[in-house]
């Protein structure tokens, strides 16, 4: 019996390993096209190995192009600008491919052959998501459940995104959760800083990762995501800006502000910060050192109701009845609000009654 | 059975295979590529040259294979994963050395061979000359009109398909909907050649 079975597994084995060394050989001899470079939007030059198809060729690079069908040219979704080098448009690929896209050059990735010399353009959002490995380095307590963690990355060294876009962080396995999640969270660091990126986080009571980046992660651990991600971002005109955020919502408004700075953008702002209590509020240092450095920024922080022994001077009430009150000339502002859907459902309201175009706002949804 | 008669059962086969048997609208083999590929005939025509070879040298590799190698071991139940090994191998040996020696070709057919690399009709078929206890000639047979039979049919679906093309068709059908409820009328008409001959 046991003979058997080894004869069966040695004779199955050596027929794939005989055929494989078969394919090896007949790729050393057949397949063997050198060093190609390929030419990423004129900024990124990879040299490769060619041969294999496009596709995979970038995947090995971690360059991932969404594909459905694993590279078979059955889904069609592996579309990418091949400006040079792809030879004549294959058969497998016309009938994915429409007029205007013919012309302007866009091939099927699983299709087209690495040979020689390649020009591509693939889109920005896809080239800039990677998986990075990072370290934490800091930790501070923002306020009684909120927290900034620091994570310097390790691999890649450097990030690459648009202030108010977002990552998403790897929970491991631990004590309190069997599978490994992601969740997303905004940046709130200063962009010029690519080394490192900062997130401001609220404890969600049950929360898997949020539990965990509280309880149990520590400084020095090591911590993996991917990103970076999301439309939300300010826009290139000089509008008036509004932004409503509350909470762990701070995190992309700060980011975006600290662009402002980094960039001389002199366009009026102004920051509604909601919060129940005044034990809420953080970062007002920061806030009021952002009102001197930027030509025209107003930080309003908004209580809801302060607690009798603070003295609180400042505006009371709903976040959304502060904006009413004192939002000048709303009809030419943008408004960028960031946080819970509530909050954000709510100040939809507010605005589009004061006159701020639909088109005009932007947020993003803490869902 | 005599060379004679082999040569008249192997001819038998191939109409039926062709036919009355066809791998794809009766036993609905090697769907994926014929919904995929049947857009446009010039493709579907690629692609069904493609099968009606990989079908027809793979079938004649894998007789070789299970008669000589696995039957004397006494290894059948190993055919499955055996036949998989040598179909993909050879696809991939063949597309290499068409890219390598003529573009033209490769241009044409080459690049279908890894679509049909794990193609179940493929696999099928292997499958079916084994069940059927066909005979090497009757292989031949049997291989080639089976590629010949899916040939057919696809180029019968990428016909309508490019009729179809311009043709309003309710948004909850359009692409594969439409494809498959296709090839479900094809199957029906073909079940029409069902006992003309009777191959197996």
């Known amino acids: 019996m046991l003979a058997a079975v080894l004869i069966a597994v040695v004779v199955v084995s050596s027929i794939g390993a005989g055929l494989a060394a078969l394919l090896v050989v007949a790729e050393h001899f057949f397949a063997n096209y050198g060093p190609c470079s390929i030419t990423i939007n004129d900024e990124r030059q990879l040299t490769v190995n060619g041969g294999g198809k496009l596709l995979s060729v970038l995947t090995a690079e971690k360059i991932f192009i969404p594909s459905a069908c694993g590279g078979r040219g059955t889904c069609g979704l592996c579309k990418l600008k091949v400006l040079e080098g792809a030879g004549p448009l294959l058969p497998t690929e016309e009938p994915y491919l429409d007029k205007d896209q013919r012309e302007s050059n866009v091939r099927l990735g699983c299709q087209v052959k690495v040979r020689n010399d390649l020009k591509i353009e693939i889109p920005q959002e896809l080239l800039a998501v990677r998986e990075y490995i990072c370290k934490c380095a800091e930790i501070i307590d923002l306020t009684h459940d909120m927290k900034q963690f620091r994570l310097e990355l390790v691999e890649p060294q450097t990030i690459d995104y648009v202030p108010g876009q977002y990552i998403q962080l790897l929970t491991p396995v631990y004590e309190k959760s069997s599978e490994e999640v992601y969740r997303a969270y905004s940046i709130s660091s200063d962009p010029a800083d690519k080394s490192a990126i900062e997130l401001i986080i609220r404890l969600v009571p049950g929360g898997i990762c949020t539990t965990y980046c509280f309880e149990y992660l520590k400084v020095g651990d090591q911590v993996k995501m991917n990103g970076p991600y999301g439309e939300f971002r300010l826009s290139e005109t000089n509008a008036p800006a509004v932004f409503i955020a509350g909470g762990s919502g701070m995190a992309p408004i700060k980011c975006m502000l600290h662009h402002m700075k980094n960039t001389g953008n002199k366009r009026k702002a102004t920051y509604y910060f909601g919060a129940n209590k005044v034990k809420e509020l953080c970062l007002g240092e920061l806030m009021r050192q952002f009102e001197s450095e930027l030509a025209d920024f107003r930080f309003v922080p908004v209580i809801a109701a302060p607690e009798q022994d603070q003295n609180w001077d400042g505006e009371k009430g709903p976040v959304t009845e502060a904006v009413q009150r004192t939002l000048d000339n709303a009809g030419q502002c943008e408004a960028y609000l960031c946080g819970s859907p509530g909050m954000i459902d709510a100040s939809l309201d507010v605005l589009k009654k004061l006159g701020v175009g639909e088109d005009k706002i932007f947020y993003d949804k803490f869902e | ?200």
């Open chain 2, 1 to 200: 059975m005599s060379l004679t008669s082999q040569m008249s059962y192997a001819l038998v086969v191939f109409v039926s295979a062709v036919f009355t048997q066809n791998i794809l609208l009766s036993n609905f083999l090697g769907m994926c590529p014929f919904i995929g590929v049947s857009r446009e005939i010039k493709a579907a025509f690629g692609l069904g040259l493609a099968v009606i070879f990989v079908l027809t040298v793979t079938c004649l590799l894998n007789w070789l294979a299970y008669h000589y190698v696995l039957v004397p071991l006494g290894l059948h139940f190993f055919r499955f994963i055996l036949f998989i090994i040598i179909i993909a191998a050879f696809v991939q040996f063949v597309e290499m050395a068409i890219d390598r020696f003529s573009p033209p070709l490769y241009q044409r057919l080459g690049v279908f061979l890894p679509l049909i690399t794990v193609n179940c009709a493929i696999l099928g078929a292997c499958l079916f000359m084994i069940i059927r206890d066909y005979s090497f000639i009757v292989t031949i047979g049997y291989g080639l009109g089976s590629g010949i039979g899916w040939f057919l049919a696809i180029m019968a679906m990428a016909g309508i398909r490019q009729r179809l093309a311009n043709e309003r068709i309710p948004r909850g059908l359009q692409g594969p909907g439409i494809t498959l409820i296709i090839a479900g009328l094809m199957a029906l008409a073909f079940i029409g050649f069902a006992g003309v001959l009777q191959g197996s």
